[in-house]
Every structure is written in C-alpha cells, then in structure tokens.
C-alpha cells in the first residue's frame, strides 16, 4: 500500500519579496510483505520547486566610478524606492561593498539585475542563505 | 563654460575648444575594443562562479540586448554631437543643446565611457577622488581629467533630471 502526504511549509518571509518560497515535502510510505522486502520502510522524499521559488536576492556592489547621485536614481527607478531608501542602500554599497536590494522570487530577481545592468551597476543574483 | 536648462534643453555654452574636444570624444571613448578589462566591466558577470548555466544564457541572451542597449544610447549622443562640428571658426567657443528626453541616453553614455576610461587606465582610487590635478601632465591625467569632466556633465544631467523630487519617507 502506497500512502502519500504532502505537506506545505511557507518558507521565511524576505524584504520586499512577492510571494515567498514553497517547500513541498512528499512522503511517500511503502508496506509491502514477502520475505526479501524485510521490514516495512519508510522513504521520505522532500522536493522543493528547485531554484524557482527558493528566495534568491540582489546584490549591488561598489564602484568606485558610478557617482553617489547615479546610483541613487537608478535604485529608485528600478524598484520604486523612494529617495531616502534608495540613498540608504546606495550608503550601505559606498561603506560595505554590498548591498542587498531585493529579495524574492528568481525570475523577478533576474530582472532586476538586468535592468541594474543596463544602467552599468555591478550587480548580481544570489540564493537567499 | 556655462551650463543651465532652458525649456526642454540642457544647454551647455561658452565651451571653449579644449572642452568642445573632450565632449566630441564622448562616443569613442566607450570603446571597449580590445581592452578586456574594459570589456569585463562593461559586460560583469550576473552571478558567481557557481551559477554558470545562469551565467551561459545571459551571454547568450542579455548581453547582446545590454550591446544594443548602450550602443543605441551612444549613437543618440553622437547625433548630439553633430552640433559641435559646424563651427567654421576653428577656435571659437561653442554651445551644445541637448534635448531634455536625450538625457538618460547621455547618462548612460557618459557613465560608459568613464568606466571604459577608468578600465584601459587602471587608475586608483586615490588618483579618482582627485580633481584637482591638471590634464596637461600626461596621457593618463588627460584621461582623470575626463573621467571627472564626464561625472561632472553627469551631475549636472541628474540634477536635472530629479530637480523637485522631494524625499519621501520610506
């Protein structure tokens, strides 16, 4: 006999993510008699949506060339932040080196460092530690 | 040089030749030909090493969109420029109209060519935060001088382009 469970787990809500991550685990329970199977087992199975929901991020790293005001502005462009947000992470490039802009959904994240590529950022994707 | 807006124009006047030269370099200044580190800078990668599939496909699909990008914003700076080579005195000062709707071209084209300029150079980060130090010396304070002209036309552009926009809490 074959028992399924599937299970859902919301996975950790990330800064400005749509729609976080789903880990479906699928538990599979085999029963099967004879001799040459020895005793019942259970096989669990867990499956995520591999590398599309898992949150990914976007990275911007510093430049010593892109101005201060530059940077600024695309932030704001690219993610609609106001001002003094897109000026707190345009700090946080200058200070630290990086800076994470988004968090969430790959294909959304793969945009936007496109878009951050168009206007010469050095920008990457990243998964979500 | 005298730089302001008026209307739907950024207007940049009273350029002397020295200045007009640098600005007519703008577009071959974003060549990256030949130069890998140039190249690199211009193309980075997406992602670290561990993610080469990703990194593969956007090769394969972003970065000729990327090209296309920024080689369409240059060529509207180069047609810009147009307007630098009708002096019939050699020596005069000029001026520059750059329509309003031109400047995020011009932004990405400047920002261009001084990566591309910082790249070839190598310079330190030292040598860029200083604007004091005349192009006269050499090739290589020829190109500071540029890169810091080129920021500094960026500044003006920018200023514009978010004058008004107030703050707003986040």
Redesign the interface.
């Known amino acids: 006999m074959l028992a399924f469970l599937m299970t859902w787990q919301p996975s950790q809500e990330t800064a400005g993510g749509l729609g976080g991550s789903a880990n479906v685990t699928l538990s599979v329970s085999a029963e099967v008699a004879g001799p040459a199977v020895g005793e019942p087992g259970i096989e669990k199975e867990t499956r995520s949506k591999e590398g599309v929901d898992l949150p990914w991020q976007v990275v911007v790293h510093n430049d010593?060339?892109?101005?201060m005001?530059?940077v600024t502005?695309v932030f704001q462009r690219v993610f609609g932040?106001?001002?003094?947000?897109a000026?707190?992470h345009m700090l946080e490039v200058h200070h630290k080196g990086r800076s994470i802009l988004w968090s969430g959904m790959r294909e959304r994240a793969?945009l936007y460092?496109?878009q951050l590529?168009?206007?010469?950022l050095?920008?990457?994707?990243?998964k979500v530690n | 040089m005298e730089i302001c807006r008026r209307k739907d124009e950024l207007e940049i006047s009273e350029l002397d030749p020295f200045l007009a030269e640098l600005l007519r370099q703008i577009p071959v200044s974003t060549n990256a030909d030949g130069v890998p580190a140039a190249e690199e800078r211009?193309?980075?990668?997406?992602?670290?090493g561990e993610?080469k599939e990703?990194c593969a496909e956007w090769k394969l699909y972003?970065q000729p969109?990327?090209r296309r990008?920024f080689r369409s914003a240059t060529e509207t700076v180069a047609a810009d420029l147009e307007q630098l080579n009708g002096e019939e005195k050699a020596f005069a000062n000029c001026t520059l109209r750059i329509p309003a709707k031109h400047a995020d071209a011009w932004?990405?084209t400047l920002?261009?060519a001084?990566?591309v300029i910082?790249a070839k150079n190598n310079?330190t980060?030292g040598e860029?935060g200083d604007h004091y130090r005349s192009p006269t010396g050499s090739r290589r304070d020829l190109s500071l001088f540029q890169?810091n002209f080129y920021?500094f036309l960026?500044?003006f552009i920018?200023?514009e382009?978010?004058g008004g926009?107030?703050?707003?809490?986040?």
């Not at chain 1, 932040?81 to 947000?85: A, K, Q, S």
């Not at chain 2, 926009?165 to 986040?170: C, G, I, K, L, V």
């Open positions: 010593p060339i892109n101005l005001t530059y502005m932040y106001p001002r003094e947000r000026e707190r793969e460092v496109q590529h168009g206007y010469l050095l920008a990457t994707l990243e | 211009l193309f980075s990668p997406p992602a670290g993610d990703f972003v969109e990327l990008l932004l990405n920002n261009q001084r990566l910082a310079f980060d860029l890169v920021g960026q500044e920018l200023r382009l978010m926009q107030e703050s707003s809490p986040d």
